[in-house]
């Protein structure tokens, strides 16, 4: 199996356990070994007392596409620490994409960036997750012997 045949088969089986991404309404739109894209259209129950995409929600987008790039091993990993910065706001009908790529892994531990861009290429924000690989695997893929 390739590597960005291992992350497909990941993403299949972490996306089929997924309620809250669906639940926002996002869309996975790529992955690969290391690297995730997720994407979601910003709708009025995303928004908050501003009138803008509430920053929970495009967190969670940056957090879910963090999420299956930290997973494209089959590797079970959870997030250890996540910051984010918002630099612009997210606006009703706004299509936010969320593109994860790793930026280090050594041993169990992993560093990956994320940055959210709206349909106009303007960052919205930047995601910074440091990732644990615990026990367990996504899928089994048989005796590796």
Request: proline share 3%; charged share 20%.
């Amino acid at each position: 199996m390739t590597p960005d045949e291992r992350a497909t088969r990941a993403a299949q089986a972490m996306w089929a356990d997924d309620g809250a991404s669906l639940w926002f309404g996002m869309e996975l739109l790529d992955v690969g070994e290391g690297r995730a894209t997720l994407a979601l259209t910003v709708e009025p129950h995303h928004c908050n007392g501003h009138g803008s995409c509430h920053g929970g929600v495009i967190f969670a987008l940056a957090d879910s596409a963090f999420a299956f790039a930290c997973n494209s091993r089959n590797q079970a990993t959870v997030a250890q620490q996540n910051t984010i910065t918002y630099l612009a706001p997210g606006k009703p009908g706004d299509r936010l994409t969320a593109t994860a790529g790793e930026v280090s892994l050594q041993g169990r531990s992993g560093l990956t960036d994320v940055t959210v861009h709206n349909q106009n290429g303007d960052l919205i924000a930047r995601f910074t997750g440091l990732s644990r690989a615990v026990r367990g695997q996504l899928f089994d893929e048989g005796d590796p012997s």
